[in-house]
């Protein structure tokens, strides 16, 4: 995977043959994109995890990739995924506050099942499983406020 950037706030990715134009809505810790192929929009996350290593969120699965090579103007070369965070622990991309709890202790879940709602900043975030199974614990409350990477809830 290639990433061209074409301005502060915007870059050009190429996978395999396929281009997608991306757009950074917000360049905090953790930047919000808005990533457009064929027409179809799509939003996303991203934080870097060092000097190698960046996480994106798409439909709010996490995906880790290796930096691999930066050249000239910033154009980098990523690695596919390294990981897709197999962790049953579903943990906060951000501070915020849980608005809503959508699932159950022992409910079965799906890739992409929607869990919780977390709120930061005036935006609802819409907290999705990154794997099948079953809800093992929800450790937290509607109404509570959480720190980035805290904990939210569990799938086995």
């Known amino acids: 995977m290639i990433v061209e950037p074409k301005s502060k706030r915007e870059c050009r990715v190429t996978v395999n043959d396929a281009v997608i134009d991306c757009a950074c809505d917000r360049l905090e810790e953790i930047a919000a994109w808005a990533i457009t192929r064929e027409g179809v929009r799509v939003h996303a996350r991203s934080r870097s995890l060092g000097s190698d290593k960046v996480e994106v969120w798409v439909g709010g699965l996490p995906f880790q990739f290796l930096v691999t090579a930066v050249g000239p103007g910033g154009l980098a070369e990523l690695t596919k995924p390294t990981s897709r965070i197999e962790s049953g622990e579903i943990r906060a991309i951000m501070p915020g506050r849980v608005t809503s ?8 879940v799906s890739v992409g099942t929607p869990l919780l709602i977390l709120e930061a900043m005036k935006m609802q975030n819409e907290i999705v499983s ?10 937290v409350r509607e109404g509570a406020t959480v720190k980035k990477d805290t904990v939210l809830l569990e799938v086995r």
């Not at 709890?101 to 079965?108: N, R």
Request: charged share 35%; hydrophobic share 40%; proline share 0%.
């Open 101 to 108: 709890i959508m699932v159950e202790l022992g409910d079965e």
């Open 130 to 139: 990154h794997k099948s199974g079953r809800v093992a614990s929800v450790r």
